[in-house]
């Protein structure tokens, strides 16, 4: 019952929120285009024209040593008391692996794979609301920012059934607003992330095109819940291997095709990462839509925690999640 409190409670909020804690940018606050400029709002002053023209072709940027040591280092202590107990969180969504769930329970934080909706947690969510990750942020999304989908990862070694890996998928099969143009991910490494232990991989690209259908990939050793990927997808296609040092940040759209490889070491990858939205975004109906599997996964898995009674729709799950960072809040 105080899980379904904390839940309700957040889903009507006021739409004239202030964050008075973040500076605002010189960004351009228009949703629209402008010649050939599809991705990076006009006029803005923080993006040379070259990273401007790198995120418009490849639908990524990374931009390196963003985050503090000692910010990360916050985090990752956080997320220790988060799994061995000592820290609470409402709301917060624990995932292990699904190689590691069928084994020996393992004691810390090697039991848990991610931890998703931190937004609750004033820790973690100050990663959120670094000005430094907001103001790249504003680039893409204008001023009036929400955050919308929270993570921190952590990369498990692979047990040898391939599971740690995560398949080639497009963020956007999981988001029911839009414009697709006025979202984001900031993701961070937390430590230096390779080949070796799963880093990023994208197609340069793949952003300009349309969003396709998604679903469980028929993998031998199993895939974790809700790792959806794309079912059409063909490895044969340019891939670029994102090899991050701690405190890098890439920030791509949500069409960019991505995922990463297994984690060939014995040590745990971290990284944590937020999806931002303009709060001038309006959610859609995805009835009908190749996104209709996912609302209705995230409906069994909510009635599953709260009960078959509740009252509960896929737009619902995302105005749970979605916390204002800057700006006003306007449709999210």
């Given at each position: 019952m105080d899980r379904l409190k904390v839940v309700t409670s957040h889903l009507r909020r006021p739409n004239d929120v202030t964050a008075g804690s973040i500076t605002p940018y010189p960004v351009s606050a228009s949703l629209g285009h402008h010649q050939n400029i599809q991705y990076v709002l006009n006029k803005n002053l923080l993006l040379s024209p070259q990273q401007c023209e790198s995120y418009e072709r490849d639908g990524f940027l990374v931009i390196?040593?963003?985050v503090k040591s000692d910010d990360i280092d916050r985090y990752c202590a956080r997320?220790?008391?988060?799994?061995?107990?000592?820290?609470?969180?409402?709301?917060?969504?624990?995932?292990?692996?699904?190689?590691?769930a069928k084994s020996e329970f393992v004691v810390g934080e090697r039991a848990i794979t991610k931890i998703q909706d931190f937004q609750f947690d004033p820790v973690l969510f100050e990663f959120c609301a670094l000005p430094q990750i907001v103001k790249y942020v504003e680039c893409f999304t204008g001023p009036n920012i929400m955050a919308m989908h929270t993570m921190l990862i952590?990369?498990?070694?692979?047990?040898?059934?391939?599971?740690?890996?995560?398949?080639?998928?497009?963020?956007?099969?999981?988001?029911p607003f839009r414009p697709a143009e006025r979202i984001v991910c900031a993701w961070c490494a937390m430590e230096k992330v390779d080949r070796s232990n799963g880093c990023l991989v994208v197609v340069p690209g793949s952003h300009k095109g349309e969003l396709q259908e998604h679903g469980y990939p028929q993998w031998e050793g199993g895939v974790n819940k809700m790792y959806h990927g794309v079912l059409d997808y063909t490895p044969d296609q340019e891939r670029v291997h994102l090899e991050m040092q701690k405190g890098d940040v890439v920030f791509f759209h949500p069409l960019l095709l991505h995922g990463s490889g297994t984690n060939r070491t014995q040590a745990f990858r971290k990284a944590i990462s937020s999806h931002y939205a303009a709060s001038e975004c309006e959610y859609i109906d995805v009835r009908g839509t190749s996104q209709q599997t996912i609302a209705e996964e995230v409906d069994e898995i909510v009635k599953k925690r709260l009960g078959s009674e509740v009252d509960f729709n896929f737009d619902d799950a995302w105005r749970i999640k979605g916390k204002l960072v800057h700006g006003q809040q306007i449709n999210l």
């Open positions: 390196r040593d963003l997320f220790r008391g988060i799994c061995n107990g000592t820290v609470k969180v409402p709301a917060l969504t624990i995932m292990k692996d699904v190689s590691i952590n990369k498990p070694p692979d047990t040898g059934a391939k599971t740690s890996r995560h398949p080639m998928h497009q963020d956007l099969h999981y988001f």
